[in-house]
């Protein structure tokens, strides 16, 4: 009993630093004048629409990056979510009702 309650103790930890481990940190070129103004919504509303094309070019071109880090924050990150949940049917099907067959 003892075994298992260390067990699982040291998983939520493992699990725990894992999670953290993912999280992202601050970005350093928000808000910069680099090549231009910052992506803002629309740029990001796009580049969540054709995520996929990106990161197939991106494995053969180190260049190319799937997400703009030059970018104006949150309304780019809500506009690279958006783009991609329209691609993707922004998780509703996962709550549409299935019917049962009956047999």
Do not use: Q
């Not at 003892?2 to 970005?27: D, E, H, K, Y």
């Not at 103004?37 to 260049?63: C, E, K, Q």
């Not at 190319?64 to 030059?70: A, K, M, N, Q």
């Amino acid at each position: 009993m003892r075994s298992t309650l260390l067990t699982r103790a040291v998983a939520l930890v493992l699990v725990a630093t894992l999670l953290a481990a993912c999280a992202p940190g601050a970005n350093p070129l928000a808000h910069t004048a680099a090549n231009g103004p910052p992506a803002g919504f629309f740029l990001g509303l796009w580049h969540g629409i054709i995520i996929w094309v990106t990161f197939f070019v991106s494995l053969f071109d180190p260049a190319v990056s799937v997400y703009e880090v030059h970018n104006s924050g949150w309304a780019y990150n809500l506009g690279f979510v958006i783009g991609a949940a329209c691609l993707h049917g922004g998780g509703g099907a996962a709550a549409k009702r299935r019917r049962c067959a009956a047999t």
